[in-house]
């Protein structure tokens, strides 16, 4: 099959690789309808994590299953399913308490590289969503997003605790602080602090629910935020960045009592600890456990209530995977979706 693989920083082909094949009993194949770049993955692609030689890359996917392992129960072949970046059992304490990213026996979708024509996916029964039936060309970017940035964005909502009244600024422009925006939203935010320099995301921003854009970024933008809120700072902050910058200015923004959701990858962040004692802020995040939303997400794309594909602004075909890469890097496109 066709897949992607990072060689070195900005080194990206699309080349031949090995078909993948069951290896535990409750692994299922996916031939992939759809995959695409992720902002995480631009860590690597610039150079900022290390990679370890040649490393097939992605972790958000879409498709039909093919075959599946001889335990796998739920999942059947001929569905079209949705999964998480982390396989999980969905069964052990740390998922049924909904942190399916810690499960016990998780493992990272990303080591198989979902941007490719097949996939395996480890731990079927507990990692996969199917739909209702296969669903139209329209949904399928809908449907990937869900994969991973729209349950992250969502996630980073529901640690930062947003709930109807409530003021809400997301800190990050891509496609997670976008989704998290839609999210808030949909969780009944009153009032939605859109923090973004770039006027084709702030468009998106306001489409998806945002009520206020800030432009300005660090200490002014926090200083922006504390004006439209009286001077007290929103009830709830989403971080979707990882930076240093980015995590104080979240943190900062959040009034006294406030609560913090960071699901930005964290790179070189570090907290001052006696200003976090006195700021009453409360932080909530991590790698967020998409399993745990996907049914409800699932839902609400079927049945037309949501529409996150919009983030996918550059299609391309798979082969193509290099040019998604760049466009994202250079920020002209907020999320590249591949086709298969």
């Not at 240093?244 to 959701?261: D, F, I, T, Y």
């Not at 290099?322 to 979706?337: F, P, S, V």
Request: with cysteine.
């Amino acid at each position: 099959m066709r897949g992607a693989v990072l060689h070195a920083p900005r080194d990206v082909r699309v080349e031949e690789r090995d078909d993948p094949k069951i290896i535990q009993p409750t692994d299922a194949i996916i031939r992939l309808s759809a995959t695409c770049v992720c902002g995480s993955d631009l860590w690597p692609y610039r150079g900022i994590e290390s990679v370890d030689g040649p490393s097939p890359m992605g972790h958000e996917y879409v498709g039909i299953v093919q075959e599946v392992g001889s335990q796998v129960r739920a999942i059947k072949p001929g569905q079209f399913v949705v999964g998480s970046f982390y396989a999980s059992d969905n069964t052990c304490e740390l998922c049924q308490a909904g942190y399916q990213t810690a499960c016990i026996n998780k493992e990272p979708i990303g080591a198989n590289g979902a941007q490719a024509e097949s996939l395996r996916v480890p731990l079927a029964d507990g990692t996969l969503v199917a739909t209702p039936d296969i669903p139209s060309d329209d949904l399928l970017p809908s449907l990937l997003a869900a994969s991973d940035v729209l349950g992250t964005g969502w996630f980073g909502a529901v640690a930062a605790e947003v709930s109807p009244h409530k003021t809400v600024a997301v800190v990050g422009d891509g496609a997670v602080g976008l989704l998290a925006v839609l999210a808030a939203s949909q969780l009944g935010a009153e009032r939605i602090i859109a923090m973004s320099r770039h006027a084709p995301r702030q468009q998106l921003a306001i489409e998806f629910g945002a009520t206020d854009i800030v432009t300005e970024r660090g200490d002014a933008g926090v200083a922006r935020v504390k004006e439209l809120t009286g001077g007290l700072g929103a009830h709830s902050v989403i971080e979707a960045v990882g930076t240093q910058e980015s995590m104080l200015q979240a943190v900062r923004s959040a009034r006294p009592g406030g609560h913090v959701g960071y699901v930005g990858v964290a790179h070189g962040v570090t907290l001052p600890g006696e200003e976090l004692f006195f700021s009453h802020v409360h932080l909530h995040g991590g790698p967020a456990p998409v399993r745990r939303f996907l049914p409800e997400l699932v839902d609400l794309i079927w049945n037309r209530q949501i529409d996150p594909g919009k983030v996918f602004d550059l299609s391309l075909p798979l082969e193509q995977a290099a040019e998604g890469y760049k466009a994202m890097d250079e920020r002209r496109a907020i999320k590249t979706l591949l086709r298969l």
